[in-house]
T-cell receptor, first 116, second 113 residues
Framework: ETGVTQSPTHLIKTRGQQVTLRCSSQ?????VSWYQQALGQGPQFIFQ???????GRGNFPPRFSGLQFPNYSSELNVNALELDDSALYLC???????????????FGPGTRLLVL | SQQGEEDPQALSIQEGENATMNCSYK?????LQWYRQNSGRGLVHLIL?????REKHSGRLRVTLDTSKKSSSLLITASRAADTASYFC?????????????FGKGITLSVRP
């Protein structure tokens, strides 16, 4: 277990709805990254938050948005859900660096989203 | 888009045998990492190898990296039924201060008791 938690574990939504997924990072970690994993595929980088600011974004449309809070927990919001948004959503946290490059990410168990 | 391509897509071996999985990638990297995923749940970090390293060991795991061929291999020795899982390689680009991983599609490993 990494100490990264996500909620909810499972979620069913209908097309057009909005969803919010939550992630609590491991204690002391100030960076959170979100990934989408479709069935049978590898995870795809959505975006990353560092000290409450977006710090890099993958090839996802603006209806995917996020937040990071002062306690470094994070939310992923998806508006106007589409059928293809059905996937496992993973968050990963990283500890602060001491001037170096932060390499290791610690993943949570994921939220499985089904869009009908 | 996915940077890494793992090979084979699926591997079935007998307990006690060695499992070798390969990964190829396309662009420059800062490091390459291998992860394991059980039953579609969270990813577990196995091992990281930096671009200036050629080989690394961790317990029953051995990873090699050939940056000239843009390829890596993961060897699991003396496999166990508990090693049954999906394995992913992930590359980390040499930009920015925080890791942003690009994953391959994964290899499904089945270890028969």
């Amino acid at each position: 277990e990494t100490g990264v938690t996500q909620s909810p574990t499972h979620l069913i939504k209908t097309r057009g709805q909005q969803v919010t997924l939550r992630c609590s990072s491991q204690s002391g970690h100030n960076t959170v990254s979100w990934y989408q994993q479709a069935l049978g595929q590898g995870p795809q980088f959505i975006f990353q938050y560092y000290r409450e600011e977006e710090n890099g974004r993958g090839n996802f449309p603006p209806r995917f948005s996020g937040l990071q809070f002062p306690n470094y927990s994070s939310e992923l919001n998806v508006n106007a859900l589409e059928l293809d948004d059905s996937a496992l959503y993973l968050c990963a946290s990283s500890p602060p660096t001491s001037g170096g490059y932060q390499e290791t990410q610690y993943f949570g168990p994921g939220t499985r989203l089904l869009v009908l | 888009s996915q940077q890494g391509e793992e090979d084979p897509q699926a591997l079935s071996i007998q307990e006690g045998e060695n499992a070798t999985m390969n990964c190829s990638y396309k662009t420059s990297i800062n490091n390459l990492q291998w992860y394991r995923q059980n039953s579609g749940r969270g990813l577990v970090h196995l091992i990281l190898i930096r671009s200036n390293e050629r080989e690394k060991h961790s317990g029953r795991l051995r990873v090699t990296l050939d940056t000239s061929k843009k390829s890596s291999s993961l060897l699991i020795t003396a496999s166990r039924a508990a090693d049954t899982a999906s394995y992913f390689c992930a590359t980390d680009p040499p930009t920015g201060a925080n890791s942003k991983l690009t994953f391959g599609k994964g290899i499904t490993l089945s270890v028969r008791p």
